[in-house]
């Protein structure tokens, strides 16, 4: 377990960065997030994916696969590696302060 400083917040996360409490996380956090992964700005885009994966946590207990994302998100899984490079589901994720998705390496 480690902290960090997101938009002058301190939260606690997992080994591999994932937030321990989702509860900590809030929308000024994302834009951080998003370029220490790699992501860079957000368009209305991410956050469509970003406010999916948290409804679908909220509501499931864990985000979707990017498969599922794919199909329910509104976003097809083409747009969605053009997005979230290197693992939509697991980036989106963890820009959306989420746990990881089960299934995701």
């Not at 406010?51 to 985000?63: D, H, L, N, Q, V």
């Not at 509104?74 to 089960?102: D, H, M, N, T």
């Amino acid at each position: 377990m480690s902290t960090k400083v997101y938009a002058g917040t301190e939260v606690s996360l997992n080994d591999e960065g994932f937030f321990l409490d989702p509860g900590q996380w809030s929308e000024d956090m994302a834009p951080d997030i998003a370029h220490e992964v790699g992501v860079g700005d957000l368009t209305d885009r991410h956050w469509q994916v970003i406010s999916f994966m948290r409804a679908e946590f909220a509501e499931k207990g864990t985000g979707p696969t990017v498969r599922a994302l794919g199909k329910t998100s509104g976003v097809s899984v083409k747009e969605l590696y053009q997005l979230f490079p290197k693992g939509p589901a697991k980036l989106a994720a963890r820009i959306a302060g989420i746990p990881k998705p089960r299934g995701c390496i």
